[in-house]
């Protein structure tokens, strides 16, 4: 395992994601809302910046990109069919495309419903998904563009990926997305610990992020849902959640 990430958060709730490729000591980072607050992470290990992995055109996934760019040299990787409201892309992907990140490789997974180009970023190598505001821990992104049915079948492209696949996702919403899942399931006992156990992280300040494919199966109501129905009916329930 080569590639290590390493959450940076943004804004209020935002997470940027830091990735390094041991061999080559490529550096990568994932929706840079911000610049500052990557640049502070940068300078203190001593490092650059080769590579901007964009998930979707929203301000708090790009806001930082072209400042980024210019400081570093980095180039932009986004969905090339969104390349109209995107910073300009140096690497404009598309479905099943492989992203070079030193020895590694970045699979890009389109996933519309967030928005319609929304893409995810899968490393086998590190066995990480960078899921944007896609899917979150125990929840899912808002329906800004894209149809429940849509996002169904997003969230069934994840279904491949093995259990031990950590998910880097855009927002930390756990603890609200918690609450909302225990609503659905309330008998549920994996999802009952997961509960407690993010409610002792955020007591603490912590992270609920990255979280592991195999607890999200256990305990996320949407990925749990069975049909793009019931998917979108909780969709639907949770927005007056
Ligand atoms: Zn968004
Ligand atoms: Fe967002």
Not at 66 to 80: F, S
Not at 159 to 188: M, Q, R, V, W
Request: proline fraction near 5%.
């Amino acid at each position: 395992m080569t590639v290590t990430v390493q959450a940076i958060p943004m804004l209020a709730d935002n997470y940027s994601w830091l990735l390094r490729e041991s061999t080559s000591g490529k550096v990568g980072i994932v929706d840079p809302a911000e610049a500052a607050p990557a640049i502070a992470v940068l300078e203190a290990a001593g490092l650059g910046l080769d590579v901007i992995f964009l998930t979707h055109h929203h301000p708090d996934h790009v806001g930082g990109a072209e400042e980024l760019r210019a400081r570093y040299g980095a180039r932009i990787v986004g969905n090339r069919a969104d390349a109209h409201r995107l910073p300009r892309l140096d690497v404009p992907v598309h479905e099943g495309a492989l992203v070079e990140f030193g020895v590694a490789n970045a699979r890009v997974i389109e996933v519309p419903g967030h928005t319609l180009g929304h893409i995810a970023y899968y490393f086998a190598d590190g066995e990480l998904l960078f899921p944007g505001d896609t899917m979150f821990s125990m929840g899912c992104g808002r329906l800004f563009e894209g149809t429940a049915a849509q996002m169904f079948s997003s969230f069934a492209k994840f279904a491949e990926l093995p259990d031990e696949t950590l998910l880097c996702c855009g927002h930390e919403y756990t603890a609200a997305n918690a609450k909302f899942a225990l609503s659905i399931e309330p008998d549920n006992t994996a999802l009952q610990t997961r509960f407690d156990e993010v409610a002792t992280l955020r007591a603490d300040g912590l992270a609920t992020l990255p979280v592991s494919l195999g607890t999200e199966r256990a305990t996320n109501p949407f990925i749990r849902a069975a049909t793009a129905e019931e998917f979108g009916e909780r969709r639907k329930a949770k927005d007056t959640f």
